[in-house]
């Protein structure tokens, strides 16, 4: 069975108006990335990191899937378990598309985690302030984020369903965090779309769109049609 990875970043839901760290305006020029997104930050100052993500999570109500989650959605509605949807985004837009079995490799920012018995609840777009654990009625409770110097579960997920893929498909990433180049040489066929030419990125690519993602989908959706129809 012919197969496909479509691994996303930053770049796809950035059109959405989603802030990202790297862009110009981003992120880092108002926080600390390791005050507020790792481990250390976290234990550091523990409130200041809760609140990051309380606005993080009041942000995403405020945005809606763009074009290219809906195509997405649409190719993994059409050609179901031949397609493996894998996003290094925390947002739920992919879910609001109505994109089915989406793996969140660094969590769900809608999402809490119990520290005290790991249980994982959802409160959408709500703050995280005054609440309990519904499981164990403790408070010890924390966004469901993977943040820098923790382990990311999803990571085996991910390289189990590589060595099942022929087609990889990279939209909206730098491979800053996760070797993308690498897994296109894992695979037969690969693709990469960035709004910015990278020639130590291209290179290990079969094909580039340097693109926005809502402008190079619907060729993308072609290609991969194309592939799995063939």
């Known amino acids: ?14 059109e959405s108006g989603l802030r990202t760290f790297r862009d110009s305006n981003g992120l880092w020029e108002e926080y600390d990335l390791m005050e507020v997104c790792s481990a250390s930050g976290f234990a550091k100052n523990p409130k200041k990191v809760l609140e990051f993500y309380n606005e993080r999570r009041m942000q995403l109500k405020d945005v809606k899937p763009n074009h290219a989650h809906k195509v997405i959605s649409e190719l993994k509605s059409e050609f179901k378990e031949q397609i493996f949807i894998i996003t290094q985004n925390v947002d739920d837009l992919l879910e609001r598309a109505n994109c089915k079995d989406v793996i969140h490799l660094h969590g769900f920012l809608p999402e809490l985690r119990c520290e005290a018995c790991e249980s994982v609840f959802n409160i959408g777009y709500e703050r995280q302030k005054d609440r309990i654990c519904p499981k164990c ?70 094909k580039t769109y340097t693109k926005k993602a809502s402008e190079a989908i619907d060729e993308i959706a072609t290609d991969i049609r194309t592939f799995l129809k063939d």
């Open 1 to 14: 069975m012919k197969t496909v990875m479509i691994l996303s970043g930053a770049g796809l839901s950035a």
């Open 137 to 206: 009625k403790k408070p010890f409770l924390r966004h469901n984020i993977v943040m820098f110097e923790e382990a990311a579960p999803q990571y085996a997920t991910l390289y189990n369903l590589l060595n099942k893929t022929k087609l990889f498909v990279c939209i909206g990433t730098s491979g800053a965090v996760l070797p993308v180049g690498h897994f296109a040489r894992m695979c037969e066929k690969s693709i990469l779309n960035n709004l910015e030419y990278d020639e130590q990125l291209s290179i290990f690519f079969d």
